[in-house]
């Protein structure tokens, strides 16, 4: 039997709100930096590791990859994903994220994506309460990434 991979899935820091600007362009606040600050803390607590970054094209998404690896000290090149947008298509990212060659994946996304995509994954009902707040960390686990075929692992809010 194959060796199980592990996904940890980050949504964006809280950003600026929508307004005048294109979506794609909203940056990080203040707030949002924090929050993935706190998030890799607590990446680091769980003493976990991944072999790639694959992001968001948007900025908002690109920024929280770019403060997580800083807390991180990682040097990890982005891979960026059109994929994994708002709007994403959980099934067409779960095909491509499973014909990636690493075992363990951070994918930083966006909602409803994020929550979608998760849903899509895990193989029961996810936590009551489940949310996917700004910088809200997950982790799954499976032989591969497809409807119904990982375990729920952790997760963290700030």
Same mark, same amino acid.
């Given at each position: 039997?194959?060796?199980?991979? &592990?996904?940890?899935?980050?949504?964006?820091?809280?950003?600026?709100?929508?307004?005048?600007?294109?979506?794609?362009?909203?940056?990080?606040?203040?707030?949002?930096? $924090?929050?993935?600050? /706190?998030?890799?803390? /607590? +990446?680091? $607590?769980?003493?976990?590791? +991944?072999? $790639?970054?694959?992001?968001?094209?948007?900025? &908002? $998404?690109?920024?929280?990859?770019?403060v997580f690896l800083e807390e991180l000290n990682s040097s990890l090149n982005i891979i960026d994903c059109p994929l994994i947008v708002p709007e994403g298509r959980k099934i067409e990212a779960a095909i491509w994220l499973d014909s990636q060659r690493y075992r363990s994946i951070l994918v930083v996304t966006h909602q409803p994506f994020a929550h979608q995509f998760l849903d899509y994954l895990v193989d029961e009902p996810l936590p009551v309460g489940f949310s996917m707040t700004t910088a809200t960390l997950v982790s799954v686990e499976g032989v591969f990434f497809a409807g119904a075929c990982c375990q729920f692992r952790w997760r963290f809010s700030p």
């Open positions: 039997m194959s060796k199980p991979k &592990r996904l940890f899935v980050l949504r964006h820091g809280h950003a600026q709100p929508f307004g005048y600007e294109c979506d794609e362009n909203r940056a990080l606040t203040e707030l949002g930096i $924090a929050e993935v600050k /706190a998030a890799a803390k /607590a +990446f680091i $607590a769980q003493v976990e590791t +991944f072999d $790639a970054i694959i992001v968001s094209p948007y900025l &908002r $998404a690109q920024q929280t990859a770019k």
